[in-house]
């Protein structure tokens, strides 16, 4: 093994020992106080939702030419015809949770493993849901903050919680443990065993968002799965901020586990650092980058270190840390 | 190192849910969309990422609106909105619980066993003497092989080991009778004891 001798940065790995690590030098994304960083992230997070609204839509389209415009009616229909697409097949079918892009399979890795637990690895399964399971090893747990169609509904409850707090109604914040989520990810697993069916789409945001919207496009109607996202909307804006995404998501667990290899993580460079606690402030999953307390629940949205006001905060490639004790 | 000792529990936890046993199946009882594994198979492998439905042309996989744990599993009501045979949504499927099939009515006919149909002969208008309807003989995909008219007032004649249980039968009679039902296996089975 050869690796590039880069040069040391700023000595913020002071003097790093050990054999591997010497090695292999780490290398900052360098994105000190980019704000552009943080639209890079909502335009994915905006394709997330094009995908969630746009992809039935189309189909309605692809229906009702196919139909002559006999049928095929009711839902949204009318403003899929309003908005002129093309009569031909989407180049994607299904929601984040399960899509296929361009013919690439992105399975949730939490609906794999239900499924892997009911049914077993049998056909094809292993394989489409290898293409998540590379993402998830080497972007950490990405999905919470660049693709989840949940974002939006975050983004609007603590916006009512920051509205609430200006007319004196101060929200609850109860700090539940993260690994409350892993207990949920364990009852859900254990549930799907035992009922031998899968539990995860009827809990986890993703996948109802996904089907909800599609009924809403299609029949224009609700299902109860529009109860459990009230629910964590409601647990999100009045008991504890992100609290569902945090300690009680099954799926975002399943993230934090995949990603503990995940050489993408938050830097601090000490010497530039005031103690400002702005970075600490604008997580939404709890993680402390102002005293280097980031664990796996760190979902790389970044926003810490766009908030950063005197750019100590970078993102950072490194190799997996197997030689730390 | 919390996390990588996380890990290894969840993983230990998994497998340890693979060997619980399985008390209950699940199974809902309704009609599922072409190329679906077996009742109870079926339920195992669908994770209700809805992509079947949305390629369906004529728009007639649904799924239950009610809070259930049969919520995420498609179904098709056919006196709402029958089955056309595209075979589209046997294509779609990511974890392999709808086969694929090929759209050519032999492979249709071999490999495709949505349900059976079940006549009310006391409602059906030929055979109660009130009328000529044949409306179902003229819609379906199979006729000849799984449904024939017998008898002086030409009245159908399901035969459901030639029916694929598309229901556009069920859709096509009259309100006034009303008398098709498509039942999925699992309530064939239900129903066998």
């Given at each position: 093994m050869s690796e590039v001798q880069s040069t040391p940065r700023r000595?913020?790995?002071?003097?790093?020992?050990g054999s591997a690590r010497a090695r292999l030098q780490p290398v900052d994304i360098v994105l000190r106080r980019a704000r552009w960083f943080q639209w890079v992230r909502r335009a994915s997070l905006a394709l997330s939702l094009l995908v969630v609204v746009g992809l039935p839509l189309w189909q309605l389209r692809v229906a009702g030419a196919a139909s002559g415009g006999l049928s095929a009616g009711g839902g949204w229909s009318w403003l899929a015809a309003a908005l002129g697409l093309p009569p031909v097949p989407p180049p994607a079918v299904g929601a984040p949770a399960a899509v296929s892009l361009f013919g690439l399979e992105l399975l949730d890795p939490l609906l794999t493993l239900g499924v892997a637990i009911t049914h077993g690895l049998r056909g094809s399964l292993l394989l489409v849901a290898l293409p998540a399971l590379v993402l998830v090893a080497v972007l950490g747990r990405f999905f919470c903050g660049w693709v989840c169609p949940y974002v939006p509904l975050l983004a609007a409850s603590n916006a009512l919680r920051w509205v609430l707090g200006r007319f004196g109604f101060k929200p609850l914040d109860v700090r539940l443990p993260r690994r409350t989520s892993l207990v949920v990810l364990v009852a859900v697993l254990g549930a799907t065993a035992v009922l031998g069916t899968q539990v995860a789409p009827l809990v986890y945001p993703p996948s109802i968002i996904g089907r909800e919207a599609f009924r809403a496009i299609f029949f224009g109607s609700f299902g109860a799965g529009a109860l459990v996202l009230g629910a964590a909307f409601a647990v999100d804006s009045f008991v504890s901020r992100a609290g569902f995404c945090r300690s009680l998501c099954p799926g975002g667990a399943l993230f934090s586990l995949l990603s503990t290899a995940s050489p993408i993580r938050v830097k601090r460079d000490a010497s530039r650092c005031t103690d400002c606690t702005v970075c600490d402030v604008v997580c939404n999953l709890g993680q402390k980058p102002m005293s280097d307390r980031l664990d796996a629940g760190c979902e790389r949205c970044g926003k810490c270190v766009s908030a950063c006001p005197t750019g100590a905060l970078a993102l950072g490639v490194r190799a997996p840390a197997v030689e730390k004790t | 190192m919390t996390d990588r000792r996380a890990l290894l529990a969840a993983l230990a936890a998994a497998a340890a849910a693979t060997l619980l046993p399985r008390r209950v199946h699940a199974s809902g009882t309704g009609v599922r969309?072409?190329?679906?594994?077996p009742p109870g198979q079926f339920e195992e492998a669908?994770?209700?990422?809805?992509r079947c439905a949305e390629v369906c042309p004529p728009k007639a996989i649904r799924f239950p609106s009610a809070l259930s744990l049969d919520a995420v599993h498609p179904f098709i009501a056919a006196r709402q909105t029958a089955c056309v045979l595209c075979m589209k949504c046997t294509l779609v499927c990511p974890t392999d619980a709808l086969a694929p099939v090929a759209a050519q009515p032999a492979a249709i006919a071999s490999s495709v066993r949505m349900g059976v149909p079940l006549l009310k002969r006391d409602a059906c208008l030929p055979w109660s003497g009130r009328g000529l309807c044949r409306l179902c003989y003229y819609v379906c995909p199979y006729a000849g092989t799984a449904v024939e008219l017998v008898g002086p007032r030409l009245a159908p004649l399901f035969h459901p080991e030639a029916c694929v249980g598309c229901g556009l039968c069920e859709e096509a009679c009259p309100d006034e009778a009303n008398a098709i039902r498509i039942r999925s296996p699992a309530e064939v089975a239900e129903a066998r004891g």
């Open positions: 000595g913020t790995r002071s003097a790093a020992a | 969309p072409p190329g679906a594994l669908c994770i209700g990422c809805f």
